[in-house]
DNA sequence: AGCGCCATGTAAACTGTTACATGATTGT
DNA sequence: ACAATCATGTAACAGTTTACATGGCGCT
């Protein structure tokens, strides 16, 4: 899948792997990040395979850069990736989750200390979505063409989604902490009136 | 990190791959997924390193059972990995999101038609967390001990996890789909009163 | 003097998926 | 007759992370 995203990326410009690195450490990174090592090799792949093209720039006082170029196989390859719907749920891997199933056994404050941790660290990535990278992207809107417009509407969508995802992951972290935190009270789903 | 969703299923009762195999497609699957291959790959693994052992039970008219139980080093490394706090957010793979963020230049009529599919997916999912599987779990809080209450509240809180995210999931699905169906209209985050 | 940025990569290890291989029993 | 369930695994491959290796420039 790191094919398609550095595709993607390539696609808007010309780059090197650090450039790409870069870029995505900024935009695609919050929901689909890759080492520089990673993005040095696939790019290495992506050439054997024909879909990029890569050439030298000499630079004085910098290491020269080692520039890529998406092929026109490169290009079809992308729009065909883009136009194939999703036709199932992906799996998901939810680290928090594996550990909060077997947690039951703990000693509850151990669990609600690890709670607390992650409920601001949810909350600061909520804060970042909704503000800076809210209006980093809000700019975008400007452009009256209606390409760009509409690809300033899938960017903020991912972005939204992000503010979403965290916001509710706070809300579900100050609900689960006050269950753990009160465990005599009759807390169960079964109980829960208009069901 | 298998192999704690492993040990942690073994401490419950000893099992054989297939068993786990079963458990976890019908709880800890929706958030850790794993092929049979790997999990009894996974057991081989982990018996090397001496956190389980296994015997034979032999079956007539069926296959004999390899059966797993954790040993005490298996149970130690199981509790030190639940007590250390996760102090990092952990990257996301959102496989959609990645797409949605390079189909700005596509035509919108397909964005519009794989969004709409994912939309009922995620609804159907959501579906199940809020009824068959809070049904299921409902019945654990009738237990008077509190470690199994404890147990219980963990167990549900994971559940509780999926159906938000799916709600989320499918609210935001509409809401893309609603401005990626009028993009003429000015619908840019920086436009919104109140900010 | 030391850290961070720019810029390249390689190698080893680990994790996970897909395909292959076997074979009896039970239900439609 | 065919598919699903029970039950074991191996082998090849693909994808990802971590560690190693190099080196000049500019800032504090």
Redesign the pocket.
């Known amino acids: ?2 094919d398609f995203a550095i595709l993607g990326f390539l696609r808007y410009q010309p780059q ?4 790409l690195h ?1 870029a995505m450490g900024s935009s695609t990174g919050f929901f689909w ?6 993005v ?2 696939t790019l ?1 792949r992506l050439e054997g395979k024909g879909w990029v093209t890569s050439h030298i720039e000499p ?1 004085q ?7 890529y170029t998406v092929t026109p196989d490169g290009d079809a390859a992308l729009d065909d990736w883009l136009g194939t719907p999703l036709t199932e749920l992906e ?1 998901r ?1 939810e680290l928090l989750l594996l550990r909060l199933f077997f947690s039951g056994r703990l000693d509850p404050a151990t669990t609600l200390a690890s709670l607390q941790v992650l409920r601001s660290l949810h909350a600061r990535q909520q804060a970042l979505y909704a503000g800076p990278i809210r209006d980093r992207l809000a700019v975008c809107f400007a452009d009256p063409d209606p390409v760009a417009r509409r690809e300033a509407i899938c960017w903020d969508a991912t972005r939204d989604f992000g503010e979403r995802f965290e916001r509710m992951y706070v809300e579900w972290l100050d609900d689960t902490i006050a269950r753990l935190s009160h465990p005599e009270e009759v807390s169960g789903p079964g109980i829960v009136p208009g069901r």
């Open positions: 899948m790191l090197t792997g650090y450039d870069q990040y890759a080492q520089l090592s990673q040095y090799t290495k630079q006082d910098r290491p020269d850069r080692r520039v799996p891997k």
